[in-house]
């Protein structure tokens, strides 16, 4: 059978990570996996939270790294334990426990090495963030389109799952700073096969976004000079 883990990336998220892990309870019985909480550091009880729900392991991270190095943490300990794929789930309501399913089948199946939910993969009325992320967004579309001639229309997704040879891989060269829009650069620069699906979200439950309106066009400056960064660097 195929071991699979669940990395859930959690920084102050006391609000949000036991309804969480709470909601991920029968979805866990379905498709058997294990969940992995990275507590980033935080300052309030989410550690604490997580552990108490008795759905999770949790690793403490003794200084806060942000969500790539938290996330790299979960490759690290993916590979270490024999994990065959693994899924990444964001700890702040946004992605839904239903999807997740929609998710692992397409990489289960070998149909690609990552797979990415997206919630532009299909028109539809339900939550697609505001207009000037919406716009951002597309942004990086047409970014990724460039440097890697392959469109993703959801590369700021945290909704994602990998296959064993994509996990060898990023527990050594995931990125640092804007992981997720960098990660897709670097791997279809490697040559990995990306899916996107179709997967509705969820408004922010709970916490707060890094990204806040004033420092959205700083924010897009840098995360799109370091996709160029990795685009011309040599492959691995």
């Not at 909601?23 to 498709?31: G, L, P």
């Not at 789930?89 to 692992?104: K, M, P, S, V, Y």
């Not at 527990?171 to 990306?194: N, S």
Request: glycine fraction near 8%.
């Amino acid at each position: 059978m195929d071991r699979i883990l669940a990395v859930i990336p959690a920084f102050n998220e006391q609000e949000t990570i036991g309804g969480l892990l709470e909601s991920m309870r029968d979805a866990k019985k379905r498709h058997s996996f294990d969940i992995l909480v990275i507590n980033d550091a935080s300052t309030d009880e989410t550690a604490a939270l997580a552990r108490r729900s008795g759905l999770a392991c949790v690793i403490d991270l003794p200084c806060n790294l942000g969500v790539g190095g938290a996330v790299q943490t979960g490759f690290l300990y993916a590979l270490k334990n024999g994990y065959d794929f693994i899924f990444q789930f964001d700890a702040d309501g946004q992605h839904r426990t239903d999807e997740i399913g929609n998710l692992l089948d397409p990489v289960r199946k070998d149909e690609a090495d990552v797979i990415i939910g997206s919630r532009f993969f299909e028109r539809h009325a339900g939550f697609r963030s505001s207009w000037g992320r919406r716009i951002g967004i597309r942004l990086l579309q047409y970014m990724t389109r460039i440097l890697i001639h392959q469109a993703v229309t959801d590369c700021t997704s945290g909704f994602r799952a990998y296959n064993r040879r994509a996990i060898e891989f990023l527990a050594e060269h995931y990125p640092v700073d804007y992981p997720e829009p960098e990660v897709v650069i670097l791997l279809g620069k490697q040559g990995f096969r990306i899916k996107e699906v179709f997967t509705p979200m969820n408004e922010r439950q709970g916490g707060r976004s890094s990204i806040t309106f004033l420092r959205g066009p700083y924010y897009m400056v840098k995360v799109m000079l370091s996709m160029i960064m990795v685009a011309v660097r040599a492959r691995v």
